[in-house]
């Protein structure tokens, strides 16, 4: 069975830093993009940042450039998000998403999330 | 506010067709597919439609989608109450380098 599962999420301060991790199974995770999406309480979906299958190619979106660090470890089959300089409107579920490219361009398979609460 | 626009809501009674709409830009909709993405409450995203109107595999073909220059169109027919969900859009955009959603349908059913 193809499965994504994060953890890493929790409370923290603001300004504080949190490392988010997703395991993949049940596909060859070495051969595809990754993507980190969240969802604020009550908001809609935002697409954090991606990384294609050797790390050649990375992207952010701009409200978290220069705070987060997404990486993988294609041998241990995993997706991370450092999150350092954490702000109240970071708050959010947090999911990992399999970011298929050729040719066709879709995330088609969505872990159920890690929740981070930034907080004091 | 979000790139992709989309209505905050819509409704329909059973047995009946609803259509969710989602519009953008050159860098974004004209220039790439669009994925539609259904929430039930208190669960993930999961992938209704992709590349415009394709459906993965186990997605009723009471769900289609459809695109024209700058927008797009997700489509219910023979509604059901089970379908009462958030709804997005979402495509990529060329001159931000990353996917960009609508702020999502909460869709009704009466």
């Known amino acids: 069975e193809v499965q994504l599962v994060e953890s890493g999420g929790g409370l923290v301060q603001p300004g504080g830093s949190l490392r988010l991790s997703c395991a993949a199974s049940?596909?060859?995770?070495?051969?595809?993009?990754m993507s980190w999406v969240r969802q604020a309480p009550g908001k809609g979906l935002e697409w954090v940042a991606n990384?294609?299958?050797?790390?050649?190619?990375?992207y952010y979106v701009d409200s978290v450039k220069g705070r987060f660090t997404i990486s993988r470890d294609n041998a241990k089959k995993s997706l991370y998000l450092q999150m350092n300089s954490l702000r109240a409107e970071d708050t959010a579920v947090y999911y990992c998403a399999r970011d298929r490219r050729l040719p066709l361009r879709y995330m088609d398979v969505w872990g159920k999330g890690t929740t981070v609460t930034v907080s004091s | 506010q979000s790139v992709l626009t989309q209505p905050p809501s819509a409704s329909g009674t059973p047995g009946q067709r609803v259509t969710i709409s989602c519009s953008g830009s050159?860098?974004?909709?004209?220039?790439?597919?669009v994925n539609w993405y259904q929430q039930l409450p208190g669960t993930a995203p999961k992938l209704l439609i992709y590349?415009?109107?394709q459906r993965p595999s186990g997605v009723p073909d009471r769900f289609s989608g459809s695109k024209s220059v700058t927008s797009a169109s997700l489509a219910i027919s023979g509604l059901q109450s089970e379908d009462e969900a958030d709804y997005y859009c979402a495509a990529w955009d060329d001159s931000l380098n990353g996917w960009v959603f609508g702020g999502g349908t909460k869709l009704t059913v009466l």
């Open positions: 049940g596909f060859t995770f070495s051969s595809y993009w």
């Open positions: 590349s415009n109107n």
């Open positions: 050159g860098s974004n909709i004209v220039s790439n597919a």
């Open positions: 990384i294609k299958e050797d790390r050649s190619e990375i």
